[in-house]
């Protein structure tokens, strides 16, 4: 009983140090980059030193793990038809569409359409291309997350856990003792829990770097497109116009209200003038004598 509480003890205390090994190998290496959409890639384990030379470049792209978001803004005579245009062109690129939205035209207006668009990494540039076909494009932005040090350290903690479950299928099988077996029964448990979280993490972020992540908006031909001031000098001119148009928009209404505020103002002096003769002549009635 005492070799196998003694074993059992050695194997967690492996277990404990394996994952803390590789979870602080992990927190010392996570980084983020704004790179392109090129050089997207499964995850590898490890990365490739950084050397010249065009051969070298393309290789360490090639072993990062790279996580692309981004935005579409198209203009289409009919969006929601050319939502379904790009439905298709994401699933002839072998991507598929996770969500979308749509609101129905009504009296004259086309509708618009918003999809959540998952494309695959390799072929994110030509679909963008045909998605840009459908209409005028508006606004397009992508955005590159480098997730290779957190894909390495999943590995690793996924690695260790598989290993140390087998030392305890080991032990389990060799123990002879109730409570030894339940002890390491309990530990098997423990440690196939965290094994399928793990490895929950590793296939969503595999799924995050294989399909790249495009939110796209239709609109309809005539939409305003709003542009953001990029600094202090373009939101003083953006306000300076601003200030401008409402008094100018100001003077117009007041132009456009004069006649008819100069026409109320002659009825009512006209009223007023009325009013004063009828009684004055109340008064005269009331004051003068009666002849007798």
């Keep these: 009983m005492r070799r196998s509480a003694l074993l059992v003890g050695v194997a967690l205390a492996a277990a404990l140090a394996l994952g803390g090994c590789s979870a602080g190998a992990g927190a010392g290496s996570t980084g983020t980059s ?32 790279i996580v692309v978001t981004g935005e579409l803004v198209v203009t289409a005579s009919d969006p929601l038809r050319a939502a379904d245009r790009a439905a298709s062109i994401v699933r ?33 540039d030509t679909t963008l291309a045909a998605l840009k076909g459908l209409g005028r494009t508006d606004r397009v932005s992508t955005s590159s997350t480098d997730v290779t040090s957190r894909t390495q350290d999943l590995d690793a903690r996924i690695t260790a856990l598989r290993a140390t479950i087998q030392r305890l299928i080991e032990l389990e099988k060799r123990a002879t003792d109730t409570s030894d077996l339940v002890e390491i029964e309990t530990a098997i448990g423990d440690r196939q829990g965290d094994l399928e979280s793990l490895e929950a993490q590793q296939r969503g972020l595999a799924d995050q770097v294989a399909m790249s992540t495009i939110t796209m908006t ?8 709003e542009s953001t001031p990029a600094g202090f000098g373009d939101g003083l001119a953006t306000g300076w116009s601003a200030f401008v148009a409402f008094w100018g928009a100001t003077l117009v209404a007041l132009g456009m209200a004069l006649p008819w505020l100069l026409l109320l103002a002659l009825l009512g002096a006209i009223a007023l003038g009325v009013v004063a003769i009828v009684r004055r002549r109340a008064r005269n009635a009331v004051v003068r004598p009666t002849r007798g």
């Excluded at 790179?35 to 792209?61: F, R």
């Design 218 to 225: 239709l609109q309809p031909t005539g939409t305003v497109v």
């Design 92 to 124: 002839s690129a072998g991507g598929r569409v996770d969500g979308r939205s749509e609101r129905a035209g009504s009296q004259g207006h086309a509708g618009t359409a918003s999809l959540t668009l998952r494309i695959p990494a390799a072929k994110l």
């Design 34 to 65: 704004d790179s392109g959409a090129a050089g997207h890639g499964a995850p590898l384990a490890n990365d490739a030193p950084a050397t010249t030379g065009s051969g070298s470049e393309k290789a360490a792209s090639a072993d990062r793990s």
